[in-house]
């Protein structure tokens, strides 16, 4: 059976409509160079340009250019030929012997024909219950979007979709890991839209490079439905990080939190990690990835003292390399946390090289305890690659999870001349991506979790190279709000992690402080590609029964969401007393499965739920191995109505699959 969200020829006939290159004039580039407005790359710059196929499915054209002055533009264009997709990111060196003229307002700009056009953007993760909320607003007036903190997700989500008022529109995702800002404005037959960094009016030094955020542009035909499918399928085939060449797949993780009482992980040792990832072993629980978090290095058992990335020794005496031996013996991923940008006061990398630091004086005045870790600096970025490197081969860390606590704007700003406006913030992006491209490069197998406080840094950029899978700090056990979040990650970052907790007291009220239940209806919210199971290594059989079994059912569903299309049906509104209900399809395989969660307080004790993407005549075997249960159905019955009736507080998952004729005979 073929996807109704295969791309099809219609939708490659809309390259067209999304900015392929013409010529070096043409290119979608406006910036103001000094006095000077340019478009384009002009003819004064000399352009030359190269075209070359990375591989079967795309096409890479680059144009450089370079004037009199010495300054360089350099524009890569890539034009992918399995989907209708074009992507676009420019570059400023000088070649010069004195600094260039500054350069403003560098924004990649251009015109969408959208009679009629709407904006489907959300405000990120904002580290509240307000986050992942999306809003629709018509272009007849500006809408102007972005971030202002240092993060590109805080408040506003690099990721649009722009309706054409017909049938389809565009997709639209800005790779940026600092602040962007994003216009829209009517234009003659559509949408004249510009985005770049946020602030920048620089002069560029010699040998120095600046560059500008990636810009990706999807034309789509259909509904949103279309439009979110075809996304998902591009992101597996070309973004998504592979390991050792192979598709990430689903990922259980384990670990010890809050292990000998004491916060995150400071608790942790040789001793008592290498027990428990053998007793969740001897158990029936064998982790994909046993998580080290934040506590493990010298911090005197407060884990945000940072400035020291040696284990332990009292605890670690000999580092990570037993507990990653261990790991390695029994097929587990080692995963450890580091805060590589952030310093506390009297750290010791702080103390030995305080050139490497930014500091700056907090919004009330009061000089800051946190000190900003310069990656923008070759020498800082060198130290630190060289060093998490090392420690990653020595330990036998397969995952590599970087955190960012801070809003590190206030540094950049702190430190810059009226003629370097956003300069630190651009050099400081360029060498976190580097640094991480290196650890990748270093270390063949490895791959990235990024997390900034939750999602706060999970542009496109940043996710061609990492995974979240820490995508909040928000919501983990109130599962109305997660519901929430899986819908926008399903949509636009499809390889996330949830957690197996309930925070719900026995009236279905959710609570804060670390109220914490383990059991089905806390796996049924964790229905994502990677799930942190809470259930602990010394928990009583009961619990490990219940785990193992739902394990085995969520492991089963991630690997169709890994490789189907998704349906949500229905709305998620942060509300207790609604349904939840989501469908995945494999239309290769003509299987899937959709799942229905009753709430704390959803009132109506029978919940109907219509599925899409079925052939109306095929039948369907479905089974529901939670409860034993089977059915037959076909298409049409699926998709006019398919009625369930579970307790409140508790889900129901049914897989299904077509019958062969031989069998339906």
Not at 31 to 45: S, T
Not at 278 to 288: L, S, V
């Amino acid at each position: 059976m073929i996807s109704k969200n295969s791309v099809a020829g219609e939708d490659m006939l809309r390259i067209a409509k999304i900015l392929p290159y013409r010529s070096p004039s043409e290119v979608p580039l406006r910036f103001l160079y000094g006095e000077r407005v340019v478009c384009g790359i002009p003819d004064d710059f000399c352009p030359r340009v190269t075209v070359r196929r990375p591989d079967a499915n795309t096409v890479q054209i680059v144009i450089v250019g370079q004037d009199a002055q010495g300054l360089e533009i350099r524009c890569e264009y890539l034009e992918y030929l399995d989907f209708p997709m074009t992507e676009w990111v420019f570059f400023f060196t000088n070649r010069g012997e004195g600094d260039t003229e500054p350069l403003s307002d560098i924004r990649i700009a251009g015109h969408l024909d959208a009679p009629a056009p709407v904006l489907h953007h959300g405000n990120g993760d904002t580290c509240g219950r307000d986050g992942y909320t999306w809003y629709d607003d018509p272009i007849d007036r500006t809408v102007s979007l972005g971030t202002r903190d240092g993060t590109p997700c805080n408040g506003a989500f690099p990721y649009f979709r722009l309706r054409d008022g017909r049938d389809g529109g565009y997709q639209i995702a800005l790779g940026w890991p600092g602040s962007w800002r994003a216009e829209f404005s009517p234009d003659e037959g559509g949408v004249h839209f510009e985005m770049g960094q946020w602030r920048c009016h620089f002069a560029v030094r010699p040998g120095e490079t600046m560059r500008t955020p990636r810009l990706n542009l999807m034309a789509y035909c259909g509904d949103d439905s279309r439009a979110c499918n075809m996304w998902r399928r591009w992101y597996f085939a070309h973004i998504l990080p592979r390991e050792n060449g192979h598709s990430l797949r689903p990922m259980l993780c384990l670990h010890t939190y809050r292990i000998g009482g004491k916060e995150e992980f400071c608790g942790i040792t040789e001793k008592n990690q290498i027990d428990a990832i053998q007793t969740y072993i001897d158990r029936g629980m064998r982790p994909d990835i046993w998580w080290v978090d934040a506590g493990w290095y010298a911090c005197g058992d407060i884990w945000w003292k940072l400035g020291d990335w040696h284990p332990n020794r009292e605890n670690l005496p000999n580092g990570f390399a037993p507990i990653g031996e261990k790991c390695d013996e029994n097929g587990i991923r080692l995963l450890v946390w580091f805060e590589p940008e952030r310093c506390y006061e009297g750290g010791l990398l702080l103390q030995e090289h305080p050139e490497w630091f930014l500091h700056w004086d907090e919004p009330d005045g009061t000089p800051s305890k946190n000190y900003a870790f310069d990656l923008g600096n070759p020498e800082a970025r060198q130290y630190i690659t060289d060093y998490v490197s090392g420690m990653i081969a020595q330990s036998h860390i397969r995952v590599y999870r970087q955190d960012f606590n801070f809003s590190p704007m206030h540094a950049w700003m702190a430190h810059e001349a009226p003629d370097r406006i956003g300069a630190m913030e651009n050099l400081h992006v360029q060498g976190y991506l580097q640094y991480w491209d290196d650890l990748l490069l270093r270390n063949p197998g490895l791959w990235i979790d990024s997390c900034a406080s939750g999602g706060r840094r999970n542009d496109l950029e940043t996710m061609r190279r990492a995974v979240p899978l820490q995508y909040t700090d928000v919501g983990l056990g109130e599962h109305p709000a997660k519901q929430k979040q899986h819908r926008q990650m399903f949509e636009w970052i499809p390889y996330f992690r949830a957690h197996t907790m309930s925070h719900d007291d026995d009236e279905g009220n959710y609570l804060t402080g670390g109220y914490q239940k383990v059991d089905a209806f806390a796996y049924h919210n964790a229905m994502a590609p990677v799930v942190t199971s809470m259930i602990e290594y010394n928990d009583d059989d009961a619990m490990f029964d219940m785990g193992r079994k739902m394990t085995e059912i969520w492991r089963r569903a991630a690997q169709i969401e890994l490789s189907g299309d998704y349906y949500p049906l229905t709305e998620c509104r942060l509300n207790p007393a609604d349904y939840y209900a989501m469908q995945f399809d494999r239309p290769e395989c003509s299987d899937g499965f959709f799942q229905v969660i009753r709430n704390t307080k959803a009132q109506e004790d029978t919940f109907t739920v219509h599925l899409t993407a079925l052939d109306d005549e095929t039948v369907y075997r479905l089974s529901d191995p939670e409860h034993g249960e089977t059915r037959r159905c076909t298409g049409r019955e699926l998709r006019e109505g398919f009625s369930v009736s579970i307790p409140k507080r508790s889900g129901i998952l049914w897989f299904y699959r077509a019958e062969s004729e031989d069998t339906q005979a």
